[in-house]
């Protein structure tokens, strides 16, 4: 992954991520869904169209 970094800055961030230790990767759309009026697609609900148009 180290030569990844060099090409894309990307792997950078993704490499800081995965380092850090004891701290999940928490992503939090409450205010995304205020402003927007949208809300996320339950992972299963994607997963079971994917699968149905495949």
Known sequence: ???LT????FWTGL???LHTPG???VSDF???E???GVTATPV???LAE???RA
């Open 44 to 46: 299963d609900e994607v």
């Open 15 to 17: 490499q800081e991520v």
């Open 50 to 52: 994917v699968l149905q």
């Open 6 to 9: 060099l090409a894309d800055p």
């Open 30 to 32: 409450t205010e995304t």
């Open 23 to 25: 701290l999940p990767y």
């Open 1 to 3: 992954m180290a030569l």
């Open 34 to 36: 205020k402003i927007l």
